[in-house]
């Protein structure tokens, strides 16, 4: 067990929806960052949080949004959903930017 | 462009062999370079750091290399078992930029 939760774990939905993805670091991680894994893909980079700011970007689409709560847990929200954006989804924590980063189990999106 | 490059999809291997991955990077210049594993459905699993000063580090049977003049790293297993069977992610984040991972090798230990 990483320390990660990732909630829900599988979610199924219809194109044109928004979701919400929902993570919670280790205790004490400042640092969170989204990934996006599609079938036999690498983990694409989509953003990074330290401390509630946003610290570096990756090819997020713009449909996509996320955001790091005063609590240190965050959210990825996806909008205008299409049939791509079914995937994998992980978060990630670590204590400083220069550190291991500790993976959650992933959310299982489906859009139908 | 930048790229991240792991040097082939898969790679098959007796038991009890040494298995070498490699990973090479282009337009980084990365302050420290990290190696996971990933299981089938499963989130990565931090194995090893290395930082841009560090020419190896070892944890068990676990040996990495980092060589920021070839821009490469080299990840071993030596006495490779079954179990060891899974994709291995290089990871590198230049200086305040994105945290970003290499495509990974499948690797299979055959009994």
């Known amino acids: 067990d990483s320390g990660v939760t990732q909630t829900p774990k599988h979610l199924i939905t219809a194109t044109g929806q928004r979701v919400t993805l929902r993570c919670s670091p280790r205790?004490?991680?400042?640092?969170v960052y989204w990934y996006q894994q599609s079938l036999d893909q690498g983990l694409q980079f989509l953003i990074q949080?330290?401390?509630?700011?946003?610290?570096a970007k990756g090819n997020i689409l713009e449909r996509f949004s996320a955001q790091q709560f005063p609590d240190l847990h965050s959210e990825l929200n996806l909008s205008s959903l299409e049939l791509g954006d079914s995937a994998l989804y992980f978060c990630?924590?670590?204590?400083?930017?220069?550190?291991?980063?500790?993976f959650g189990q992933g959310t299982r999106l489906t859009v139908v | 462009s930048q790229k991240i490059e792991q040097n082939s999809e898969a790679l098959n291997i007796q038991e009890g062999k040494t298995a070498t991955l490699t990973c090479n990077y282009t337009?980084?210049?990365?302050?420290?370079l990290q190696w996971y594993r990933q299981d089938p459905g499963r989130g990565p699993v931090f194995l090893l750091l290395?930082?841009?000063?560090?020419k190896e580090k070892r944890k068990e049977r676990l040996k990495v290399t980092f060589d920021t003049t070839l821009k490469q790293s080299l990840f071993h297993i030596t006495a490779s078992q079954p179990a060891d069977s899974a994709t291995y992610l290089c990871?590198?984040?230049?200086?305040?930029?994105?945290?970003?991972f290499g495509p990974g090798t499948r690797l299979s230990v055959l009994p």
């Open positions: 990630a924590s670590s204590a400083q930017e220069n550190t291991e980063a500790f």
């Open positions: 990871a590198l984040r230049n200086y305040g930029q994105n945290f970003v």
């Open positions: 337009n980084y210049s990365p302050a420290y």
């Open positions: 290395i930082r841009e000063n560090e």
């Open positions: 205790s004490g991680d400042l640092s």
């Open positions: 949080y330290y401390n509630g700011e946003e610290r």
